[in-house]
């Protein structure tokens, strides 16, 4: 049980099965608190993702998400210390590291056809005049790689460390030269994870990382 009635009513059913929650007038009444006390409650689930709330649409749960939770506390611990970030860096590359192995056997034939399709845009983006950041192709070919994992946990603190990446201005890095190198490893490691050697795979994506500490020295 939790401190929140509405989050102990919205435990009991299942998303699946429930497409649209009563009226804040009727849940106030069936969960006997006052209804400034339900739209408090109500805050906290959707500042978590549990639910949507719209004008007209009513209240709806939401498939659950570890990363609302994730983002919330890290923005405020970067915004206390950023050296936060780069302890939330390491636990990511961990992450990456430790996973990959598992990940690389889950893909399946339509996830190698996107992955090379993300590393011909970010080729076409780096090499067009005038020259373009790919980040959108960075962010979706790393979080492509553990979509199979079916790990909430997992991809809700990789996907937080992009929602952060891009909170701390690293998305608008424009060294290029650095970048082309970045794209030589993603390239590299799509064609490794395709041919399944997951020993090479994790030595490139050690590179990849160790690239990331020297550019930022």
């Not at 059913?13 to 849940?27: A, E, N, T, W, Y």
């Not at 970030?85 to 889950?106: I, S």
């Not at 845009?121 to 067009?128: P, Q, S």
């Not at 929602?163 to 993603?186: I, K, P, R």
Request: net charge negative; proline share 4%.
């Amino acid at each position: 049980m939790s401190n929140s009635e509405f989050l102990d009513y919205l435990m009991q059913f299942p998303v699946d099965d429930v497409d649209q929650l009563p009226s804040i007038k009727v849940l106030s009444q069936e969960l006997g608190i006052s209804i400034s006390t339900l739209r408090e409650q109500l805050q906290v689930a959707k500042a978590l993702g549990l639910v949507e709330v719209r004008p007209r649409l009513g209240i709806r749960p939401q498939p659950y998400s570890f990363t609302p939770a994730v983002d919330a506390s890290l923005c405020y611990a970067i915004e206390q210390d950023r050296n936060h970030f780069e302890d939330f860096v390491d636990l990511r590359r961990h992450l990456e590291l430790a996973y990959f192995p598992q990940a690389v056997d889950l893909l399946r034939e339509e996830d190698h056809q996107e992955l090379r399709r993300l590393v011909a845009r970010a080729w076409e983006k780096l090499r067009g005049k005038p020259a373009r950041i790919p980040h959108q192709e960075h962010r979706q070919l790393h979080l492509a790689f553990y979509r199979r994992l079916e790990n909430v946990f997992v991809t809700g603190l990789l996907e937080a460390y992009w929602d952060a990446y891009e909170a701390v201005g690293l998305n608008v890095y424009t060294d290029f030269e650095y970048l082309e190198q970045v794209w030589v490893y993603h390239e590299q490691l799509v064609e490794i994870a395709i041919a399944k050697d997951k020993a090479r795979g994790r030595e490139i994506l050690q590179e990849h990382f160790d690239l990331m500490d020297r550019m930022v020295r």
